[in-house]
């Protein structure tokens, strides 16, 4: 049922107005359409093609919308190294393997939406980043039009997920508890924050220097090294995007603070407990440099899409089709 709903509410963004791109107008010739593809990154504990998750999910848009293709990221060479990857491996290598991957195939030349779920949203984020920005196919370069992340951990997590949702499966509750026993013990440690994925995007706000020191993906994607000049090129594909959408889920008890999904994060200097947010437009994200561009897509009035999916809890009950559909047409 939660596969079934996520796919009708995907389908809403690529068989309706999305089918042909967003700016495009209408082909005259309905024998020329082709709907635009969709690239999806699953989030932890998932892989590209289990057949009862993100495989099912591609088969019933695909089967749903003629013409639709729907690429699911897989690190590594076979699902179960995917499903490893997703707790233990090097993510900048991972963005960069997918890169690779998506640069490579030919169904994606013209242009492709992309949607992240939990941690592939700021994964997937990260390829729009470092790879996006092409105009034309062949410019080395891939052409994202919308990203859509539903649960992501932009602003990092300052709290682990919690391993009991797996409980029914062996293996991967123990990876799970692997990873969260390394981040606990040494979030920052060499060892950890090089093999551990959820370490690389996790934020300890009683030592922030630390973070920005130590961390070696989310500071760099989000533009906040101070040792470093600001990656322009980051903002520059973000602000090539027709949409950016952003989505939480209202009863999230996995991402801590859910309204990292919204560039939302515990203010430096404060613990969990003080429960004190500093939000996106709040932010120096936001509000000084606007080094990733989101103020610019905000005030565009059309571009960022910041919305909630009500009493679900992070991709796990059923997702409110309405929902995502109004926050891709916001």
Same mark, same amino acid.
């Given at each position: 049922?939660?596969? =079934? ?18 700016? &495009? ?10 709907? #635009? ?34 690429? +699911? ?18 993510? +900048? ?47 080395? @370069? ?25 409980? +029914?499966?062996?293996?991967?509750? =123990? ?16 060892? #950890? ?29 989000? +533009?906040? &090294? ?8 980051? @903002? ?11 989505? %939480? ?15 939302? &994060? ?46 679900? %809890? ?17």
């Amino acid at each position: 049922m939660r596969v =079934a709903l996520f796919a009708l509410a995907l389908l809403a963004a690529s068989g309706a107005e999305g089918a042909r791109g967003l700016l &495009r107008p209408l082909d005259p010739n309905p024998s020329r359409r082709v709907p #635009t593809p969709i690239v999806m990154w699953h989030g932890m504990g998932d892989n590209c093609c289990d057949p009862v998750s993100m495989g099912h999910l591609k088969g019933i848009m695909e089967a749903s919308t003629p013409g639709l293709f729907v690429k +699911n990221v897989m690190t590594g060479p076979n699902p179960w190294l995917d499903t490893v990857q997703g707790f233990f491996g090097d993510v +900048n290598h991972q963005v960069k393997e997918t890169c690779e991957r998506l640069l490579n195939e030919p169904r994606l030349a013209n242009g492709f939406f992309a949607v992240g779920f939990s941690q592939g949203g700021q994964f997937m984020r990260a390829v729009v980043q470092r790879c996006g920005g092409g105009v034309v196919p062949g410019d080395g @370069k891939l052409i994202v039009k919308r990203l859509v992340t539903l649960g992501g951990q932009h602003a990092g997590v300052s709290a682990l997920p919690g391993c009991g949702v797996y409980d +029914n499966n062996a293996t991967l509750s =123990a990876f799970c508890r692997a990873a969260s026993e390394a981040v606990e013990h040494a979030a920052y440690s060499f060892l #950890t924050r090089t093999t551990v994925v959820q370490a690389q995007y996790y934020y300890d706000p009683m030592d922030y220097e630390t973070y920005l020191a130590k961390n070696q993906f989310l500071p760099d994607v989000n +533009n906040e &090294r101070h040792d470093s000049p600001t990656n322009e090129m980051y @903002k520059e594909n973000l602000l090539a995007l027709e949409r950016l959408v952003l989505i %939480r889920f209202s009863e999230d008890t996995v991402v801590v603070p859910k309204d990292s999904a919204w560039f939302g &994060r515990y203010r430096a200097g404060t613990t969990i407990a003080d429960d004190n947010l500093v939000q996106l437009r709040e932010s120096d994200w936001y509000k000084n440099d606007d080094a990733l561009g989101l103020r610019i897509l905000d005030e565009s009035g059309t571009a960022l899409g910041v919305s909630q999916i009500r009493h679900t %809890r992070h991709c796990r009950l059923p997702a409110r089709i309405y929902a995502t559909h109004a926050a891709l047409q916001h």
